[in-house]
C-alpha cells in the first residue's frame, strides 16, 4: 500500500500540464498617460576673450552666478550637476605655428526640476544672462513613481481578464497562479529605444536684459507594463 502523502506534499503544484490539470499562459499589458514629475534641461555658460586668464575669470563669475540663481529657487531644483568644463585656445586663422587668436571657455551644468510651475520664469530668466545657452526641456517621472505601480496592477489585471475569458470559453473557470514575471520590457514610461524621447527647446542670450515669462506646456508620458502570467484551469467538458 503506497504511504499517505503528509501535509506538504499533497499541496505540491505540478507545474506539468496534463488533461486533468490544463494550463494557460497569457500576457498583460498596462497603459496609461500621466502628467510629468520632473524637468531637466542643460545650461551652457560661456566666456571667450585673448586673455586666458581673464576668460577663466569671466567664466567663474558667469558660472557662481547661474549657480547663485539656481539655488535661490529652494527646493524647486532638485539637482544642479556640472556635466563638464573646457577652455582652449582657438588658433589663428592666418598665422603658422602656435600662434592663438582668442580663448574659449565653457562650463555645462545639467539642472532637474522638481517643481514645473516655476519652469516658464526659470527658463527664460537663465537664458537672458550674458553667455549662457539653454537646451530643453526633457519631462520624465521620478523613480519611485507611483504611476510605474499602478500600469503594473493593470498589466496583472489585464492577464487575468484574458485567461479567464479563454477558461469560460472552454467553459470552464481559473484554478491557480503557476507563475507570474516580467516579459521583459523596458522600465515602464521608458521608450523600447533607451531614455526618453527629448521635447527640447533652445535658448541663448547674449546680454542681460528683462527675461519674459515663456508659457511651456509639459509634455505627457505614456507608462506602460507587460507581464506573463500562467494559470492552471479546472479540466473543461469538452
Request: aromatic share 4%; net charge negative; hydrophobic share 40%.
Amino acid at each position: 500500500m503506497p504511504p499517505i502523502p503528509g501535509p506538504e506534499e499533497s499541496a505540491v503544484t505540478h507545474t506539468h500540464p496534463t488533461p486533468a490539470a490544463p494550463q494557460v499562459t497569457v500576457r498583460g499589458e498596462g497603459r496609461l498617460e500621466v502628467e510629468p514629475e520632473l524637468a531637466r534641461f542643460w545650461l551652457t555658460v560661456s566666456a571667450r576673450g585673448g586673455d586666458r586668464s581673464a576668460v577663466l575669470a569671466d567664466l567663474t563669475r558667469r558660472n557662481t552666478e547661474v549657480l547663485g540663481l539656481l539655488r535661490a529657487r529652494g527646493t524647486a531644483v532638485g539637482k544642479v550637476e556640472t556635466g563638464g568644463f573646457s577652455i582652449a585656445p582657438e588658433p589663428s586663422r592666418r598665422g603658422r605655428g602656435e600662434q592663438v587668436r582668442a580663448y574659449r571657455g565653457r562650463v555645462r551644468i545639467g539642472v532637474e526640476l522638481t517643481d514645473l510651475t516655476v519652469l516658464g520664469e526659470l527658463v527664460p530668466e537663465l537664458a537672458d544672462r550674458e553667455q549662457t545657452e539653454v537646451d530643453g526641456p526633457w519631462w520624465e517621472l521620478r523613480p519611485d513613481s507611483e504611476a510605474y505601480a499602478q500600469a503594473r496592477r493593470l498589466a496583472v489585471a489585464e492577464a487575468v481578464r484574458r485567461a479567464r475569458a479563454y477558461a469560460e470559453a472552454l467553459g470552464t473557470s481559473l484554478g491557480s497562479l503557476l507563475e507570474l514575471s516580467d516579459a521583459g520590457l523596458p522600465e515602464p514610461g521608458m521608450p523600447r529605444g533607451g531614455g526618453f524621447a527629448p521635447m527640447a527647446v533652445g535658448y541663448a542670450a547674449e546680454e542681460a536684459g528683462g527675461a519674459p515669462v515663456l508659457d511651456l506646456e509639459p509634455q505627457r508620458r505614456t507608462v506602460t507594463a507587460e507581464v506573463v502570467a500562467r494559470f492552471t484551469m479546472l479540466p473543461p467538458a469538452l
